[in-house]
């Protein structure tokens, strides 16, 4: 019984943190929020609007 409560715990707190977590991302059309990171080549500055018109893969995750 105690495993039970466990899992239906784990399982609200999971899917409460998804209605959060998909309120900020960008809906289908919308542009996607600038950012600038160090190129990896030579550290200077690159942003993502610097590369528009191009075609760009972004691929977003974390680890926590």
């Known amino acids: 019984m105690h495993h039970l409560f466990l899992v239906l715990i784990v399982m609200i ?14 809906k289908t059309g919308e542009r996607h929020p600038d950012f600038t990171l160090p190129r990896i080549s030579d550290g200077q500055a690159m942003s ?5 018109g191009k075609k760009v893969l972004l691929i977003q995750f974390a680890s926590w």
């Open 48 to 52: 993502l609007s610097d590369l528009r």
């Open 13 to 26: 707190v999971g899917a409460l943190s998804g209605f959060r977590a998909n309120a900020d991302q960008p």
